[in-house]
């Protein structure tokens, strides 16, 4: 794995590489992709089942593409009392911690008999995706539908592709657990455009929230405005802080848990330890061998991937920063005040007995998270992402009264006679 050192030669250039790494679409992808959606949007169902059975090999109808009750009953069956109760115990704990993110209205009442505030209501409709090519994510569906469900959302439907037609048994089981009303047996692209636009057999949605390969990533850029997303998600990533007392062995796994992801996944340890350096570079090399996805973690580590030694530990966490990076850990002696310096991050572990894999499925927080950089500006999907606000006013007459002169000329100064007009005209004040 590349070892790279603060202030040599190729560092910054190096370094600017990574903090790029935001995969942008081709434009033979985004072609692809444009031509799915308009096709699926003009010609609905028709397109969908189309592209379904050319892209995932299963032909679907208006009476197979809906997963039936007794189809979830049997498919969940299969599973081991064991697995059920795992995704019971992640459910749980992922409801626990999301129910402190339930927002209130307010209202703002003064003397004058003026009334302004908000009210927060729930989306309707949302949709969630699913992916299941390489693998299904099952704990994926609770850190959608769980959020959702508790901020209120009256419908929850779940899209996943289904390999060979047959729905996964863990999704089955994750979306039964987490309140999922209907499951269809989509994805891709298409399945992103049907959910947007709506079919004959797909309801279309208020907001699509879930991770997806780049076609689905494409897709939902595409239909943002006709529905809201979540946001469009990248490759994985993990950027980690050590000093000298951290584990190799324990910094080596959690660099290769990020990498097995897919090919594109960014792995980075920054330390001021050359020592901590060379030790974890060799148990990357030690703990892959045995790993079932030897060839995706080869591919990963040989782009997006880095051992940087700085030049202290500030110099760390100032590259962190500037990486924004999805997971961050910080396996150092004291993380709770390192962690008063990160500011861009999706999640932050802190720890040696803190890996980013409990962030995954069993600690409760999501981990639907902003990747490639997106953490400088944007958040973990939460409770909150599942609310629409409307603002509320209510004035008497004595308050109107009030406000009418500025108001008139504030419109006036802006060359708005008209808006200037429909204050005065309700009182005797001039501007």
Known sequence: MKIIKSGTSGFEKYFLALRQRRDSSSPILLSAVTEIVNNVKIYGDKSLFEYTRKFDGYKLTAATVEVSQSERRRTMSSLK????????????????????????????????????????????????????????????????????????????????????????????????????KRIYKIGGAQAIAALAYGTKTIPQVDKIVGPGNAYVAAAKKMVFGQVDIDMIAGPSEVVVIADSAAKASFVAADMLAQVEHDEMAAAVLLTPSET??????????????????????????????????????????????????????????????????????????????????????????????????????????????????ISVLSFSQKAFDRLSAPTARFAKMEGLDAHANSVLIRGKSKA
């Open 276 to 389: 901590l350096a060379r030790d974890v570079s060799r148990e990357i090399s030690l703990q892959m061998k045995t790993s079932a996805r030897k060839k995706i973690i080869e591919k990963s580590l040989s782009r997006q991937c880095a051992i940087m030694i700085t030049k202290s530990m500030g110099e760390a966490v100032e590259i962190a920063n500037a990486f924004a990076p999805e997971h961050l850990e910080l396996m150092v002696k004291n993380p709770k005040k390192i962690l008063n310096d990160v500011r861009n991050a999706g999640s932050v572990f802190l720890g040696s007995f803190t890996p980013e894999a409990l962030g995954d499925y069993t600690a409760g927080t999501n981990h639907i998270l902003p990747t490639g950089g997106t953490a400088r500006f944007s958040s973990p999907l939460g409770v909150y992402d599942f609310y629409k606000r």
């Open 81 to 180: 009392k064991d697995d059920i109760k795992v995704i019971e115990l992640a459910a749980r704990r992922i409801a626990d911690y999301h129910r402190h993110q339930i927002t209130q209205g307010f209202i703002i009442k003064r003397e004058d008999g003026a009334e302004i505030g908000q009210r927060i209501l729930p989306l309707r409709r949302v949709g969630i995706y699913a992916p299941g090519g390489k693998a299904s994510y099952p704990s994926t569906i609770l850190m959608a539908a769980i959020p959702a469900r508790i901020a209120g959302v009256e419908d929850i439907i779940l899209v996943s592709p289904a390999k060979d037609g047959l729905l996964n048994p863990l999704v089955a089981a994750a979306a039964e657990i987490s309140g999922v």
